[in-house]
């Protein structure tokens, strides 16, 4: 197994992604962050992800930190909101936590954004580090500082850039994902390869049957590619002004259809859906071609991708773009592929675009 | 009159501090910053300010921008809070504000602080200005990128440093304080001169009578001094990890007043009383004679301090003092005065140097 990735931020050294079995390693960067067990430590969960972790992540943080506590919340992504938000600021005051203390994200996407905007804003920022237990969370979602929750229905609307003092990847965590969860994780590694790798979408196309029986070497392997094509895109642009939006491929109707689905769907599904329509409109401007998009689409089949509703309102997903944060001044900064494994940024792509590759995908992939 | 300070961050040029008689020159600015008019401009401002100079702002941005709107809240610290920065999301969503449009603060502290922290989370961070329009904002809050709100009656308790684009001070507005708010102001002014500058405290003593009757030459000269020195320590530690500690004297006890008064008296006339009494700690602790403190009192006696209720409960505004963000590993980060014009930074201040220190002053200085 790999041992250890480092992130840097303009140029400097930020932190370490690091890959484990088990949670014990924990203790090794505990002692150096904190080698006079002077800290307060609060975990910060879901009310699933805790109810297989957490007694053992705070039964290794009792012995190196001078208190640790927990704070749980209602798994899903509803919880992602600033009532969430307000309740850890409590939590923290009561506990009299003050700039010195640490805050550890155990869970996925959700948790790891709630809990690193919590970070960047209580006492105007403090310690967070990640320890991702979704899929999703280990490829993406915990690398590259962004934080954030959704407000009024729209995703992520409110946030900060704060970035972790460490990521900790425990892969033995992948036993505990359901199917459906382990399939959208999946979407954001598919799409890392789509912008950055082509023989890495090759080695997923070759072994998923092996990634899907969650063979440990090969996941480990999977993540290490993924992270390292994250570290090269935030070390590039940490704060998403260009290169970093390659990651945002499928995100922008993926983000849309999400909203229209209520949440209902999972955010990996909507990005499959979103990235094949990305495929769709690349197809269409002739960047790839049929054989491309056919590709990408049997690789994406294998993860059960939902349908969406027949009688979708494709208006109203293309009017859900709209409020997106990856508009710029009323233009969409849409992700295309060039290629398999080369994104690009447009801002080429207009309502007509996105109508028809809502249509082509309804009509042919749903 | 000064035309301009540049401010650095991590040694590279962040921001300028411009001082102005009206706003026109703000068209400098905004021509340079928009060359395209393609942006969109949000002035959020308080009631009382609004009625004062919101449509003249309006008016100058209109010619200059792709679009002018305003967010005006009740004036007054309880307007300071999530639930409002929850309206202005709102607002900014309604508005279609991308990441490449920019907030306007028009207003005092409570106004900048706001502001820049919705500009700070707002779609992770986007621009904006500040336009103070108090003394306490014109010399301190407006500078150095510390945004935040109110959580739960304790102070800025949530926030993120986030620089702005310029700090644009107009003297004229001056004209429009009325004489609490000035004096309050008054106190982050002879704070500024206690820890750094005793050349600067001599001459507020020297010319009170001037500045009290706002003569704009030495009210001009006297914020500018204030401003070197607030931009010489946020240089240093852009982040409040030591240096800029020392802009904390007389907040510690100061802030704790403020909250055991309900936020009914004025910020700056709580730092006034904070103040005097890290003043009294120094004289009890040697480091500054009984004379240095009676010259620190005499200035500030010149500025209307309120009295407290001779019925305070001193052990409470103890108690308040222990959730300040200054508190470190329960240890209080308290700021002294080594001598006239140079603050310290102590861990060595307990409950019972604050309880003497609250009763000296009450039976000598309320």
């Known amino acids: ?14 932190y370490d992604i690091t890959y484990n079995k088990g949670f014990d390693d924990l ?18 969960s879901d009310s699933k992800v805790a109810s297989f972790y957490l007694d053992a992540i705070l039964r290794i943080i009792e012995k190196h930190c001078r208190k640790a506590v927990s704070f749980v919340f209602p798994e899903g992504e509803p919880s992602k909101n600033l009532n969430v938000v307000q309740q850890l600021y409590t939590k923290l005051i009561e506990e009299h936590f003050d700039r010195r203390d640490l805050l ?32 999703l969370a280990d490829v993406d979602s915990s690398i590259g500082g962004k934080t954030g929750v959704d407000f009024d229905s729209y995703k992520n609307m409110v946030g900060a850039f704060h970035m972790p003092k460490l990521v900790f990847i425990n892969i033995d965590t992948m036993d505990t994902l359901d199917m459906r969860q382990f399939n959208s994780g999946m979407a954001e590694v598919i799409k890392s390869a789509l912008i ?20 440990k070497e090969a996941l480990g392997e999977m993540i290490y590619q993924c992270n390292i094509i994250k570290k090269n895109v935030v070390e590039i642009d940490p704060t ?29 599904e909507c990005v499959f859906i979103g990235t094949v329509m990305a495929g769709i409109i690349s197809k269409n401007k002739g960047l790839i071609t049929k054989e491309d998009l056919n590709s990408i689409v049997e690789v994406i089949s294998k ?20 409020n997106d944060k990856k508009v710029i001044g009323n233009k969409i900064k849409f992700i295309l592929l060039n290629s398999i494994g080369e994104g ?23």
Do not use: W
């Open 104 to 135: 550890i994200a155990l869970g996925g996407g959700v948790v790891g954004d709630l809990t690193g905007f919590t970070a960047a804003t209580y006492l105007r920022g403090i310690d967070f580090i990640q320890v991702p237990t979704s899929l």
């Open 240 to 268: 998403e002004k260009k290169e970093r939006a390659l990651l945002n491929l499928g995100h922008t109707l993926g983000h849309a259809i999400e909203k229209y689905m209520n949440f209902e769907m999972l955010h990996g």
């Open 303 to 322: 993860y059960d991708v939902p349908k969406l509703p027949s009688d979708l309102d494709y208006h109203k997903i293309i009017m859900y773009t709209k």
């Open 1 to 14: 197994m790999n041992d250890r990735l480092s992130v840097n931020v303009n140029g400097s050294f930020a």
């Open 344 to 366: 690009i940024i447009s801002t080429d792509v207009n309502d007509e675009d996105m109508l028809l590759s809502i249509e082509e995908y309804m009509n042919n992939y749903n």
């Open 196 to 215: 950055r790798n082509k023989d890495f979408f090759d080695y997923l196309k070759t072994n998923s049957d092996l990634l899907k029986s969650r063979d």
């Open 27 to 44: 203790t090794s960067f505990l002692s150096k962050y904190d080698p006079e067990s002077g800290k307060k430590v609060c975990v910060v």
